[in-house]
């Protein structure tokens, strides 16, 4: 059986991360992962180009049963150290909306400095490593896997969520969680597209691919960003951001045209005396395809002198609060991550350690800690790693 002094299962962003940490103390730290390649989900985020944390970072862009745990992490290791790093090994990036960055050429330039940091720490990684048992005994554990059996004084799990299984996702962190009695919360796919009823997904099936800026919200949350019709349902950044905030059997409102009061426009140019059609003057504003599916052909051929203020109020209705009841996500497959998880009243949020079992260490999507679209889920990543790596 070989010997270290820390095992991580997991070479995704937390335990890379967590690794190079520990590494740098002197421990002797061995990752296991059962893919063929270290930081798959990363190589794959941002469309290959990382999108590895935000300029704004706060506690509000973050999901979880106990909204406190993540403060500490968040602030001890921020999104400026991780910006120290980069520019380290001076890899170009640039910011898009929302404060968003992402690597100017590829996501291997995250994923290259990584590896390096831990090659520098004296990190083993074995790789097509499955994990057979794990087992507490004497105060170490003892692993056994595909590659041989281990033992360790530390056990760090960084096994991220079920989201994307084809990239290999699992539920294993959530196994050993329940192995040493430790609660773990129902989880959820997050950051995902909404399915349709089958009438709604008949009636929108001409929009796809068209992509409008909307206003999306439920009674918890509201975003402000586009929203894309698809042959399955809706997607695009505002509906990936309510998804996390929403319930089976919930409605959700999209305002299509968040940067008017329509009806108040409509009004004001019937004062006017405009003699335009309707559909020329919404033509205006949104595209044709979108309009001709939310407003009947002859109301749409109405001048606008002919219209009643009820019918006014109507089309604005339409429009201004679309109110839809999806059928549902489309689940792992396409989700960016997990909701729910490790429990985090069970963990300690200065160190990451299990409050029941000393040496037993949770980081990363493990646990219940969900962060908005647009790197906060990265950050989260490298903060809890950090933690973790300064003291198992």
Not at 185 to 200: G, I, K, M, N, Y
Request: one cysteine or more; proline letters at 4%; glycine letters at 8%.
């Amino acid at each position: 059986m070989t010997e270290d002094d820390i095992i991580i299962i997991g070479a995704g962003a937390s335990g890379l991360m967590c690794a190079i940490e520990a590494g740098k103390r002197g421990r002797k730290v061995r990752i296991l992962d059962h893919a063929n390649k270290a930081g798959k989900k990363i190589l794959m985020s941002g469309g290959g180009r990382c999108n590895f944390t935000n300029y704004s970072i706060e506690p509000a862009n973050y999901i979880s049963q106990n909204p406190h745990f993540c403060k500490s992490a968040l602030s001890r290791y921020s999104q400026w150290d991780f910006l120290a790093l980069i520019g380290q090994y001076q890899i170009p990036f640039h910011e898009r909306e929302h404060g968003q960055l992402f690597c100017n050429e590829s996501a291997k330039d995250i994923l290259e400095m990584l590896l390096a940091e831990c090659a520098k720490a004296g990190v083993t990684i074995q790789l097509s490593a499955h994990i057979d048992s794990i087992e507490r005994l004497a105060e170490r554990f003892h692993v056994k896997s595909s590659h041989g059996s281990f033992s360790c004084q530390s056990l760090v799990v960084a096994t991220g969520g079920l989201s994307i299984p084809k990239m290999g996702a699992t539920p294993l962190g959530y196994k050993i969680a329940r192995q040493f009695g430790i609660n773990v919360l129902p989880t959820r796919a997050s950051l995902v597209p909404f399915t349709l009823q089958p009438e709604d997904k008949e009636r929108f099936s001409t929009l796809s691919g068209i992509a409008v800026p909307c206003l999306v919200s439920n009674k918890r949350q509201s975003f402000s960003e586009n929203v894309l019709f698809t042959h399955r349902g809706l997607s695009g950044p505002a509906i990936l951001q309510i998804s996390s905030y929403w319930h089976a059997g919930e409605d959700v409102v999209i305002n299509l045209l968040p940067q008017e009061n329509l009806e108040a426009e409509l009004k004001s140019k019937r004062q006017q005396k405009l003699k335009n059609k309707l559909k020329t003057i919404l033509e205006g504003y949104l595209p044709k395809r979108l309009i001709a599916c939310f407003l009947p052909e002859d109301l749409l051929d109405l001048s606008l002198q002919d219209l009643s203020d009820k019918q006014i109020q109507q089309v604005a209705d339409q429009i201004n609060n679309w109110t839809i009841k999806p059928n549902g996500t489309e689940g792992y497959r396409t989700a960016e991550v997990t909701s729910g998880g490790v429990d985090c009243d069970a963990v300690s949020s200065k160190t990451m350690e299990s409050k029941q079992v000393p040496g037993l260490y949770f980081i990363g999507e493990v646990l219940d800690v969900t962060g908005w679209l647009g790197g906060y889920n990265f950050q989260w990543a490298w903060s809890s790693a950090w933690c973790a790596g300064q003291y198992c």
